[in-house]
């Protein structure tokens, strides 16, 4: 999300320091799409059978984080304890995705490609819910 | 969601009573579909700078509510905690939805009709929750 | 969408007769989510790699379907070829999705029950674009 | 969308060259995103009521660019139609949420940096489309 540090910068009701912000909605859109392309990948995979829990699991990762994403890039009249429930359930689908990606990676190199964005994500979520600057 | 019992009648994957989900499924639509009304309602009000928390609160819980709707409505492959972890991001946003809109039901007749459909959508979320028949 | 109807009827910026908007959002929302069921449901289904073209087309009208859903239910200061745009790109997706689904109505019953969903939200999209009420 | 080109060089379905799909996708996705946040930082600003069509166009945008960003970075079994009818709205969305900005440039920044995106996710959109690459 190249420009959004450039939104943010002239948002009226910006916080004084928003990147832990930018950092996990540019995750989450980032992951987000990832992981769509990942069910994608594996949808077309010649071997599909075998790869049904991994497209459920990352369609519905794709749905929580670009969910999140929407959410957590709002800074206007924020429910600190809604979004605390999003970014906890954000981070608990990217862990899930994470690890599910991570059984195909040796095999399917775009879910190796995937897994990572995961824990990335993941990751800015957490530091996101404890560095609590949206509040 | 009128076809969505006779879809998961005929669905491959259905779990012995998928009464709780569908029930599920149904509100979340029905919550996530009025809240982006509601939302728009308030924007098109003669008073809109009253009501900046009120249209954030819906938007968010729109995210939400039509994401949870996606992941609960798969049959097949669910991981429960990742269910789990976004059921309850739903019925967090939702019971804080409802009270964001109660404020406002005396005087906007559709923050009244958005905050009893939170209402049946948070009560949904948490039935499941509890009958757990997802996993 | 049950209760759209009365969230309509208190709208600040209801039009005359929104009797069509709110069919079309309401086929929309049922649409969307009953393609998001009938993926998943084709995804479970013991034969995948014959329904993987299926699967994509459901998910792809899914997301148009609940694209348009919100775009077709806000009735403030809408942009009439923006909502035109996206109603026929929804016709478009949802006669597709349907003839892909009458292909395996015959096995799949689940085919069946979204094929139908999608002939009745392209004849919704084309009554409004036709009726044209948004404007 | 950082990821996305890595995710695609190792799809089983990828074309050729799947450059025009990569850059379309990567503007979807940023445009919907800065068209959130866009909407968001109106509703923040002191002069909300002067911003309510800003706000609605915006949505409408994100719902356009978010739904397109999905259908477009699926590369197995698209159906052309589809894709093509989706990409035509996107592509009218952006020009229209582009000018609307612009008309706040001079005023609101953010309005300035979200009008240069859409200008750029409508270019990518039109590139894709006589490219059509995704066929």
Known sequence: ???????????????PD??????????????GGLCVACSDACLGDGHVADLVCCIRTCLDCADVCLASARI????????????EAQLM?????CRICAAECENHAGMHAHCR???????????????????????
């Open 18 to 31: 928003p990147s832990l912000i930018e950092a996990c909605a540019t995750a989450c859109y980032e992951c």
């Open 72 to 83: 957590v890039s709002r800074l206007t009249e924020p429910s600190p304890m809604l979004v």
């Open 89 to 93: 359930a954000c981070a608990e689908a």
């Open 113 to 135: 490609v995937c897994a990572k964005s995961c824990r990335a994500c993941e990751q800015a979520c957490r530091a996101l819910l404890h560095g609590a600057s949206f509040a």
């Open 1 to 15: 999300m190249e420009g959004i540090g450039a939104l943010f910068a002239t948002h009226p009701q910006r916080p």
